[in-house]
DNA sequence: CCCCCCCC
């Protein structure tokens, strides 16, 4: 690949862009294999993902063309140059070649030169850890007197250096896993507390431990009172952070919370020996360590009589953003961003039928990416406001997130869980540089949400074209595919364009199910065997879709017509009702439109021949992205080059 | 020994 006259750069792509590329290749096959490119194959399999790029024009060989032809034109990039992927697109040309266009961020224009590519040996990436701490860290051992020996002294990450490196080419893809194991990354390889509790658990059965913690108290739960079988109790809990980043959690009941409860304090360092070891239940433990201590009758807790600086207040393990689409979801992740748009607190109700509280933020980082933040329960009142206040009156906060939770809906987004910690305008240096990067250039820079973005919605996709469909016998196999194509379409049914649909509850749901007209002219729903006085239209939208190799059908309901058509169906009822005319010209408009489309596609019985039925349960206009920026009208370029 | 993460 990119042999003679090519221009090589060595890019370091993110996971999900090289999963992407991939897959597209894996599409491909039998015209090209995936070895064909063994540079890119070799990186994959070494989790590394730094694959060659060269110059599409002259490229013939391999799986990946691409272009960079404004940033050699321009002479931003030389030979050799380092540069970060911030964003990128893939498609089949020709139905044989792939092109990845990608958006680079350049961090250096000049490196030394590369020289011929050679494959890279995978090497242990840093994470991208900060701790910050309210004074000067400096990082003297303590030793108390009195105890017979003080662990808690190891770090998560070397001392100074990650700050600088934590916006640097590799902290796209770190994954620091402070809040599920008890190392980070290859750099750690112990946590003091972890070690030292697992030597206690194996060989110390009774208690008598040897071991004080000399820590800071992050956070501390309210008071509960609880009944169950074994009768009544309370119970409260604190966060330990010591000095090397090493992080527990100390759990007192009913005595113990006589003693300790009003004695721990946040932020306060306390010498803590003597309690419960127990393994922790990871899945809800935001800590990293892999244990947690029960205190004890013979538990001992005192203030630490000088307050060690080198102890932070808090400890992130700040992700990018752009990072969130390549985590696992459910999995907790700390974010720093400044909030671009707060919502009003809203009351939703549980499957339970109990009500509570909802709020969302979005975020938006240097990765020039937002997401949105679901705030629940206490954070809608108490934070919630504060950013409220801020955001009304025009004022940008910062909000640090500490262990947020990767949900997945439509697409990725936050959500606080109670053991969650928010923080507004936190004062570290990272959160100023980030306040003052937005007040500078991020408030205006192009902003590709989580929830917008081509590779969320693309993630896991498979991309096919129309013709495929039918090649391949899709969603004949006994189980639906799931596919994406790139498409316009070519003619909407715009008169059936919706249908009137039952708006009562069913199963906990409302059953939208197709209602008709009853006699005392209301409307009667089948299924509820009920007649109601209103009904909803809903659309029920019949799509032609065309690409370069064929047409074919699909229906898009509620939420893809309306992404497809700009408006509700029942706004586009009562606008064809007092305006046809501009209906006719809304529904034209569709016809033009490029969009890329994610395709359920199941069997279908029609007068006894089976064929295949497609729903689209995904869409997104193509223009749009273009606009945001410009990687399509690269992809255009690109296209006609090849 | 307690919560165990919620809504579209």
């Known amino acids: 690949m990119g042999g003679g006259g090519g221009v090589g750069l060595e890019v370091e792509l993110s996971r999900g862009a ?50 960079m032809n404004h940033l050699i034109s321009d002479g931003s990039l030389r030979r050799g140059a380092v540069v970060r992927v911030l964003d990128y697109i893939c498609t089949i040309v020709q139905g044989r070649r792939v092109i990845v266009v990608i958006q680079l961020e350049i961090l250096r224009t000049d490196c030394t030169l590369i020289g011929d590519p050679t494959i890279y040996e995978a090497t242990p990436t840093q994470p991208f850890c900060v701790s ?14 009195g105890s017979q020996e003080v662990f808690g002294n190891l770090s998560c990450f070397s001392d100074q250096g990650m700050l600088d490196s934590s916006f640097g080419p590799r902290a796209e893809h770190t994954v620091c896993n402070l809040q599920y194991g008890g190392s980070c990354g290859s750099v750690l390889p112990l946590n003091t507390v972890d070690a ?13 431990q040897r071991w004080t913690i000399k820590a ?40 113990q919370v006589d003693r300790y409860f009003d004695l721990i304090e946040v932020d306060k360092v306390y010498l803590i020996s003597r309690g419960i070891v127990k393994p922790a239940h990871k899945k809800y433990y935001p800590l990293n360590s892999d244990y947690e201590i029960y205190a004890d009758d013979s538990t001992f807790i005192e203030v630490c009589s000088d307050d060690d600086c080198s102890i932070p207040k808090q400890q992130y ?45 979005h975020l938006k980082d240097m990765s020039g990416r937002s997401v949105e933040i679901t705030l629940r329960g206490k954070f809608c009142d108490g934070e919630g406001q504060v950013l409220q206040r801020h955001y009304d009156s025009g004022s940008s906060s910062v909000l640090a997130v500490k262990g947020g939770r990767i949900s997945d809906f439509s697409s990725r987004f936050v959500v606080t869980i109670s053991s969650t910690q928010l923080k507004v305008n ?15 250039e991020g408030k205006t820079a192009a902003c590709i949400s989580l929830s917008q973005e081509m590779s969320s919605f693309t993630r896991n996709h498979v991309p096919k074209t129309i013709a495929q469909i039918k090649d391949e016998s899709l969603g004949q196999s006994g189980k639906p595919d799931v596919i994406t194509v790139r498409a316009t379409i070519s003619h909407v ?20 199910r197709k209602v008709t007209k009853s006699n005392e002219g209301a409307w009667h729903c089948d299924r509820c065997v009920l007649d109601v006085p209103k009904c909803e239209y809903r659309y029920l939208l019949m799509c032609q879709l065309q690409d370069h190799t064929g047409v074919t059908y699909a229906t898009a309901f509620q939420e893809a017509g309306t992404k497809i058509i700009g408006y509700s169906a029942e706004e586009l009822f009562n606008l064809r009702e007092q305006d046809e005319a501009k209906w006719e010209e809304i529904m034209l408009q569709v016809c033009r439109q490029e969009y890329l489309f994610k395709l359920n596609i199941t069997e279908e019985n029609l007068y006894g021949e089976t064929r295949a039925k497609c729903n689209i349960v995904g869409v997104e206009k193509l223009d749009a992205l273009a606009t945001n920026h410009h990687l399509l009208e690269e992809m255009e370029t690109a296209r006609a080059l090849v």
């Open 216 to 255: 800071r108290v992050t956070v501390k739960t309210d008071l509960r009172h609880y009944q169950n079988a074994r009768g009544t109790g309370k119970v409260f809990s604190f966060d330990l952070l010591d000095a090397k980043g090493g992080e527990i959690r100390v759990t007192c009941f009913n005595l």
């Open 18 to 67: 090289v999963a992407a590329i991939l897959r597209m290749a894996e599409g491909l096959r039998p015209v090209l294999q995936v070895a064909d490119s063994p540079r890119l194959a070799a990186r994959a399999a070494a989790q590394r993902y730094r694959i060659l790029l060269s110059d599409s024009v002259h490229s013939h060989e391999g799986v990946l063309a691409v272009s």
């Open 132 to 145: 910050y701490s309210g004074g000067l860290g400096n990082h003297e051992s303590c030793f108390l007197p």
């Open 426 to 440: 936190p004062d570290f240096p990272d959160a100023e540089r980030l306040r003052q990067w937005y007040l500078t």
């Open 493 to 512: 049914n715009a008169n059936n364009f919706c249908y009137p649909a039952c708006t009562l509850e069913f199963n906990g749901k409302q059953c939208n």
């Open 196 to 208: 030292k509790v697992q030597q206690l658990s194996l060989d110390d059965h009774h208690q008598n």
């Open 317 to 361: 393990a700040f992700q990018q953003i752009s990072e969130i689409e390549n985590m696992e979801n459910g999995s907790l992740v700390d974010l720093l961003g400044v909030v671009t748009l707060v919502s009003p607190s809203a009351t939703i109700t549980r499957k339970d039928g109990t009500g509570t509280q909802k709020r969302t933020l």
